[in-house]
């Protein structure tokens, strides 16, 4: 009875205790640190972080306090900690409004204690070792701007009470194992601007919500396995995308010409899909676009010539679709491509000399198509940046220009199949960078002469047998 009593006292002055000094809450707050620390099995950064120092702990590694001197952010990225979350006493610390872990080495899952934390807008836990799911807890985090678990090893349904972070901008769920929820359940996010949902095992159809929140610049779907046709919603709605990653999934139909609405594209990632009809004449009206990528597909139609309009791409792959024309002579006005994938199409012609405007091409891959004529020395004197020139299985003819042996930057030279005559210019030998030559069918003369035979050693060399 007695002890009771004091016991009970005791309480109640250590309650007063709490309410008149802040520097005890303060104390507790740094205990609760110090037995997170304590858990972690790597944590040498946080040698600031010490018993001796308990009445110090704003001025932790890594920890920033608000004015009555409760701990308000962790700031620790690519700390080296290891460890979990297990042991992260969240009760304790509902002051805190940023909370920045990425690039750790921490596991386990997240706990659900997580969500008392309501005063947070910063939760990057992104390139750690976490999983488990998201706790749908989550939802009682109304105050986010800024959530990303993206690069862990996460599973699960993404929670839907994830719609109730009305304020969230940034949202990065990237490179885990989430799978698909009732999308149906998510609300429009009126200030979302960037949405990363890329490699995950998401699938069924588009999901819907995105369509309605207006503010997105940046959507990364890629590498899931979403099907169906884009929603019509996409491109009359989100007209302040700057970027549209869609790859790799398995998403059909014909692109709508509403798509040059999105007039402020800079990328434009489709590739590895089963979209159809013509869509070239109507991107190439989106003068903004950096990259598009639109290989394998099955796209039809010609090159227009419209795609010189196209002035700031540096990528353009359209490989592995059924277009079918000339190359027009126009895209020599894209002279800031440094990637220019056109392989594994229909396109037919000679290559239009303006195509030597293109100096700062790193990658050429014309190969698979039935492209004829020569190849100028004027192209191959301005193409001193090519890193890859894969131009077999054409009908290219004509003599190689001795000035190949220009490109010493050259890793790939592929020009196999193809009806190139003359002498194989001894000049090759200067390409010291090639790991790849192929040459065989074509109609070089003096093909037992081997003319890289006085250099280093390529990786991969195939030249004279297969030539008369
Ligand atoms: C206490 O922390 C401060 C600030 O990080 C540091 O400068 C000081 O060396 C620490 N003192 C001890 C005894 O660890
Ligand atoms: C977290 O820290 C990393 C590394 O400094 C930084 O790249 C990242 O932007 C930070 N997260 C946020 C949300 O500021
Ligand atoms: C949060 O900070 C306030 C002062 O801004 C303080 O009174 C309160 O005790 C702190 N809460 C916790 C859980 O430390
Ligand atoms: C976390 O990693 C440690 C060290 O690799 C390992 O022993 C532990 O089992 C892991 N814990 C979880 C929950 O994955
Ligand atoms: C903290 O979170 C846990 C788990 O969600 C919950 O049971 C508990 O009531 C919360 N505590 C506070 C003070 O909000
Ligand atoms: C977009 O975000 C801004 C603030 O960044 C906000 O004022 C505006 O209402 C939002 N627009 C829409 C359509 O939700
Ligand atoms: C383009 O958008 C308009 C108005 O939003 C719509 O009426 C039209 O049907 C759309 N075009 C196509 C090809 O779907
Ligand atoms: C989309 O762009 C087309 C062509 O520029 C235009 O006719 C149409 O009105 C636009 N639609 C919307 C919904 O802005
Ligand atoms: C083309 O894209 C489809 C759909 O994503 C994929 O299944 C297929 O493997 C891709 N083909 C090649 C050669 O990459
Ligand atoms: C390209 O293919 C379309 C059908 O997909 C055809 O109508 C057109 O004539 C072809 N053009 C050329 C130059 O072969
Ligand atoms: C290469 O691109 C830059 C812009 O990135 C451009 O100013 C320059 O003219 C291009 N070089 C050539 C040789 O076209
Ligand atoms: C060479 O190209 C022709 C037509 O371009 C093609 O039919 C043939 O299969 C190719 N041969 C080899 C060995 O790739």
Request: with cysteine; proline share 5%.
């Amino acid at each position: 009875m007695k002890t009771a009593h004091l016991f009970l006292a005791y309480l109640s002055l250590l309650t007063l205790c709490l309410c008149v000094c802040p520097s005890r809450a303060a104390t507790s707050e740094a205990e609760v640190l110090m037995r997170w620390k304590s858990s972690l099995s790597s944590s040498a950064s946080l040698e600031s972080w010490s018993v001796n120092n308990i009445s110090n702990h704003c001025r932790w590694i890594g920890i920033r306090c608000n004015d009555e001197g409760s701990v308000s952010g962790i700031d620790l990225p690519v700390a080296g900690l290891a460890g979990t979350l297990d042991l992260f006493h969240f009760t304790s610390l509902l002051n805190l409004t940023t909370f920045n872990l990425s690039g750790n080495y921490l596991n386990g899952s997240i706990p659900a204690a997580l969500g008392n934390l309501t005063s947070l807008t910063l939760l990057d836990l992104s390139a750690n070792l976490f999983s488990g799911g998201i706790p749908p807890e989550i939802g009682c985090l109304t105050e986010l701007r800024y959530l990303s678990f993206s690069n862990n090893y996460m599973v699960g349904e993404i929670p839907y009470q994830i719609g109730n972070m009305r304020k969230v901008r940034f949202l990065d769920l990237g490179s885990n194992h989430f799978e698909t929820p009732d999308w149906s359940r998510f609300p429009t996010f009126p200030f979302l601007t960037h949405l990363n949902l890329h490699y995950n095992e998401l699938n069924l159809e588009f999901p819907h919500f995105i369509t309605t929140c207006l503010n997105l610049t940046f959507l990364d779907l890629s590498v899931n396995t979403f099907t169906g046709q884009i929603p019509e919603s996409l491109f009359t709605n989100l007209l302040k995308l700057e970027y549209l990653d869609l790859s790799i999934n398995g998403f059909q139909g014909p692109l709508s010409t509403n798509i040059t609405n999105l007039s402020k594209l800079k990328g434009l990632l489709l590739g590895d899909n089963y979209f159809s009809g013509n869509i070239l004449d109507t991107v190439s009206l989106i003068p903004s676009l950096q990259i598009l990528e639109l290989y394998n597909n099955s796209l039809i139609g010609e090159i227009p010539p419209s795609i010189g309009l196209l002035t700031n791409l540096r990528t353009l792959a359209l490989g592995m679709n059924r277009f079918n024309s000339s190359i027009p002579r126009e895209l020599g006005l894209c002279n800031k491509l440094t990637d220019l994938d056109l392989s594994r199409n229909s396109l037919s012609g000679p290559l239009p000399p303006s195509l030597s405007n293109l100096g700062n091409l790193s990658l050429l891959d014309l190969s698979y198509n039935s492209l004829t004529g020569e190849i100028l020395t004027s192209f191959i004197t301005s193409w001193r940046k090519l890193i890859a020139l894969e131009i077999e299985d054409n009908e290219f003819s004509g003599e190689l220009p001795s000035e190949i042996g220009l490109l010493t930057n050259l890793n790939y030279l592929f020009l196999y199949n193809n009806s190139f005559s003359g002498t194989i210019p001894p000049e090759i030998g200067n390409l010291q960078n090639l790991s790849a030559l192929y040459l065989f069918t074509n109609n070089f003369s003096g093909g037992e002469q081997h003319p890289t035979r006085d250099r280093k050693p390529t990786k991969y060399v195939e030249a004279g047998p297969f030539n008369q």
